[in-house]
């Protein structure tokens, strides 16, 4: 995580939260930006909120979910990282209920990288947050928001460079490595 704590104009400086980017101490006054990504359709719905929690994440939930098509949806997936606010088992109770189409399904522990959103936030990073320079979180909502709204207007799905012959590439490749350390070690061992 990286903590960003907005200054500027001889202000005091306000603390900043962004969703998989930061993460600042709510007392001081904080903003959460929860987004949802469609792989497919590409649309980013994002939100900003006081904190990070439940409440939140099942409130960005209820904005995607009340909206077509994905109301509608025979099924929907839910990919999500670790967090706190959806990693139980009473997390993806609380999901069904509200919404029975919708199924979460967790990225493995310390590979939020596969979770697409985990690219949107770095954009975000790169072109909203930095540079730094907000005096409050007013300004921080507005460009959020205006960011949110321009890379909605002309989407573009990711495009995964990582094929699956990459990753067979990568295993063997590690399969020749682990091998060639082991001869390594047991001919060191022999001597």
């Not at 939100?47 to 009340?66: A, H, Y």
């Not at 839910?78 to 109770?93: A, E, F, L, M, Q």
């Not at 947050?129 to 921080?140: A, C, E, G, K, R």
Request: aromatic share 10%; charged share 20%; proline share 7%.
């Amino acid at each position: 995580m990286l903590e960003l704590v907005p200054f500027g104009g001889g202000e005091p400086a306000v603390p900043l939260t962004v969703v998989g980017l930061g993460l600042a101490d709510p007392a001081d006054g904080a903003l959460a930006y929860l987004a949802a990504y469609d792989v497919h359709r590409v649309p980013v719905f994002g939100r900003c909120e006081p904190k990070t929690g439940i409440v939140p994440f099942m409130n960005s939930v209820t904005q995607v979910m009340t909206t077509e098509p994905y109301a509608s949806a025979r099924r929907f997936f839910w990919i999500v990282d670790n967090g706190s606010s959806h990693r139980d088992k009473k997390t993806i109770d609380r999901l069904t209920t509200a919404f029975p189409n919708a199924v979460m399904v967790h990225t493995p522990v310390h590979a939020s990288w596969t979770n697409q959103i985990e690219i949107f936030f770095s954009i975000v990073q790169r072109k909203v947050i930095s540079p730094n320079d907000f005096t409050d979180l007013n300004q921080v909502r507005d460009r959020l928001r205006a960011f949110e709204s321009r890379y909605n207007a002309t989407p573009q799905p990711f495009q995964w460079k990582f094929t699956t012959c990459d990753l067979d590439d990568l295993w063997a490749r590690l399969d020749r490595h682990t091998t060639d350390h082991q001869e390594e070690s047991s001919a060191r061992l022999a001597a």
